[in-house]
């Protein structure tokens, strides 16, 4: 081969390289510019601002008001449990003796449901979640006041009507345990998604079989 032509054709190969590396440098340093310059764009246009600040005030506003769920519904579970349990001593689960309740006792129950359903009438407008589970305690509640209204009935009704009316209570009394257990499932969703960890907001009761679980995680784990 001749050695010019080779000279050449490596002077060639080492200018194309060259240029090469140049062109990929420049390229490069078009795309930074393009980057740093829609980063820029992006942080200075006012409706990306604007729509930034919503979000942040809505994340802010949801974490405040599933925080205040979650308290309110501790205090209404701590105010049901005593309630509950002497519920299901006047209607049992599993066959066992009924203990009866006095129409003194019954009308406790109705103090303590009755506010209950109050305090969960109004509720403020938020997240789609948030006002899922809010919703679902209130309808909790709600049929755990009408089984207290029922087995009150029954107290003064023939014996006939009395089953019937205390057999109604305790299907009332039933589905609002499990209508709350679906209302505590999804409140320690959005808990967890707030960022404040699992809270377990579950009702102490005998379970009928229908009413969710609280899963296993540790009490706020999971939170940020």
Known sequence: MNPDAAAHGSFRRGML???GAVLGLVLLAGLVAVLVTAGRTASTDPT????????AQDAARNTQQVKALTAQARRLATRLAPVLRQMEAAMPHEGRAPQPAGAAKAGRWKAVTSTAVAALAHPPSGD????VA???FAAAVRALDSAVDSYR???GAPDSLAKRLTAAAASQRDQGIDVWSIGATELDAIDIDAGLGHQH???QVTPDGQALAPDDQPEGSGGR
């Open 17 to 19: 390289a060259g240029a």
């Open 134 to 136: 809010r919703s679902d």
């Open 128 to 131: 789609t979640d948030y006002n």
């Open 48 to 55: 990306r601002q604007l729509a930034d600040h919503i979000r």
């Open 201 to 203: 907001v579950f009702l």
């Open 153 to 155: 009935l029954a107290l």
